[in-house]
């Protein structure tokens, strides 16, 4: 039943109506517009599209039904309330973000076969749905499209607990520069954010471009950290990097000439009685007893 509903809403592009359907059911409608139905109606199409890849063919007009789905999700969404459990948590709206985050995860991973001209995710990093059916041109790719959004949302994040926990022992009493910064909803949400990133910059230098264009180099360095309530941050921001830097010699230099501008505790480093600062002679890091 769930790979019959899948292939009805992917293949026979029913998904738009169909979840536009679900909003005049009784499924618990939450204040952003989104019910449970909803919320199981991702959580199915995302289990398919995980467990069974290699047997769907993913329309461009699927790919952009669910971006627009996740873009109205993160403008509606409380995001000052921090989750404490994976998906699904009950929550419809959450539920929603959540799902269509992994869903987006695994389209933008996906390879068309070779009579395919276009795949999804180069959909995706357009500016529009109007653009679909056409290759898009290299400027649409720095317009108002999926990285962008996506980096937008990940710097609007608190940072990562292991360089919150730096901060604030750093800051002593001062309230942390980022108390007003959002939550995650749920936990894998920052990890959701990074793995479509990543999978967006995977061979495309193009998306190599844009994210150094939107300074997001730093953003993303900043997620190869371990992250309570983010499960294999670590290892998705190094991927992300990775493939950030792969054959980009523009990228590759700035990430080389990155220095510190101010010295830097961290729980690791503290712990051995010592912090990071910069040679002021050498413009280098280096360690020096915090004592």
């Known amino acids: 039943l769930e790979w019959l509903l899948f292939k009805i809403c992917v293949e026979e592009e029913k998904f738009e109506a169909l979840f536009a359907a679900l909003d005049s059911t009784d499924g618990g409608e939450s204040g952003n517009g989104f019910n449970a139905n909803h919320a199981f109606l991702m959580g199915t199409l995302s289990k398919c599209l995980t467990e069974r890849p290699e047997e769907v063919s993913v329309s461009n007009s699927f790919a952009l039904h669910v971006f ?19 998906l699904p948590t009950g929550l419809p709206g959450i539920d929603v973000i959540g799902y269509s985050l992994v869903l987006l995860k695994d389209i933008c991973a996906w390879e068309p076969s070779s009579s395919e001209t276009e795949a999804p995710v180069d959909s995706l990093l357009q500016a529009e749905p109007s653009s679909l059916g056409t290759e898009p041109p290299v400027d649409s790719l720095l317009q108002a499209g999926l990285v962008k959004r996506l980096l937008k949302y990940l710097g609007e994040l608190e940072p990562p607990s292991t360089i919150r926990k730096a901060m604030a022992k750093e800051q002593g009493d001062q309230q942390p520069a980022f108390a007003t910064a959002k939550v995650c909803p749920y936990n894998g949400y920052r990890r959701d954010l990074v793995a479509v990133i990543a999978n967006c910059l995977h061979g495309r230098k193009q998306v190599q471009d844009e994210v150094r264009q939107l300074n997001g180099i730093m953003l993303l360095l900043q997620q190869c950290v371990i992250d309570e309530g983010n499960a294999y941050l670590r290892e998705w921001g190094l991927l992300a990097v990775k493939y950030l830097l792969e054959e980009n010699e523009e990228n590759q ?24 600062e910069i040679d002021k002679k050498t413009g280098h890091p280096k360690l020096v007893n915090s004592s």
Do not use: W, Y
């Not at 627009?68 to 994976?86: M, P, V, W, Y």
């Not at 990430?255 to 712990?271: D, F, G, H, R, Y």
């Open 68 to 86: 627009n789905i996740q873009k109205h999700a993160a403008e509606t969404l409380d995001f000052t309330c921090r989750g404490s459990s994976e």
């Open 253 to 276: 230099k700035e990430v080389s000439e990155l220095q510190m501008q101010e010295p830097i505790l961290t729980p690791e480093v503290a712990e051995l009685g010592l912090r990071v």
